[in-house]
């Protein structure tokens, strides 16, 4: 079975991330940047929260906060849950369905931030390996292998 170890190897272990007295406006303008969904909110190298596109629609925007002066800890999301890189992709997908999230950051047992995976990432990872699989299936029956 794959594991979350397989996309990272493939995807790269960069995370981005912002301090949480960074302003929302500041966090945006990275998102934009590197054209990404969320970023993680770190504190002496361990994971405090996550700051998504969501939270800018539902605790910024819809609570009429200014972008440019209320800080990302103010908005971010605290309750983070984290995989281990031997995570089962099956397990990661069901808990994204079930917690109705898009990013799950990969920490190994002592804490140490190993990459994030997002739905996008799980939905390409997915895709290439039954594109190969179809190529295989397709060469085996038609006698080419």
Same mark, same amino acid.
């Given at each position: 079975?794959?594991? $979350? ?14 301090? +949480? ?20 909110? =770190? ?8 700051? @998504?596109? !969501?939270? $800018?629609? !539902? !605790?910024?925007?819809? #609570?009429?906060?200014? +972008? ?8 971010? %999301? #605290?309750?983070?849950?984290?995989? /281990?890189? %031997? @995570?089962?992709?099956? /397990? ?16 190994? /047992? ?5 990459? =994030? ?6 939905? &390409? *990872?997915? &895709?290439?390996?039954? /594109? ?9 029956? *038609?006698?080419? $292998?």
């Amino acid at each position: 079975m794959p594991t $979350v170890q397989d996309v990272l190897s493939v995807k790269g272990e960069k995370v981005h991330s912002v301090t +949480p007295a960074s302003t929302v406006l500041e966090t945006i303008n990275t998102m934009n940047q590197h054209k990404i969904g969320a970023v993680l909110v =770190m504190h002496d190298g361990q994971v405090v929260g996550m700051f @998504t596109e !969501r939270d $800018v629609l !539902r !605790r910024v925007i819809g #609570e009429q906060k200014n +972008p440019a002066t209320c800080t990302v800890a103010e908005v971010m %999301t #605290e309750d983070v849950i984290c995989v /281990e890189p %031997t @995570t089962d992709l099956d /397990e990661v997908s069901t808990i994204m369905k079930n917690r109705k999230i898009r990013h799950i950051p990969v920490c190994g /047992e002592d804490g140490k931030l190993h990459g =994030m995976v997002s739905i996008g990432d799980l939905n &390409a *990872y997915h &895709a290439t390996n039954q /594109e190969a699989q179809i190529h295989f299936l397709s060469e085996y029956i *038609y006698g080419r $292998v």
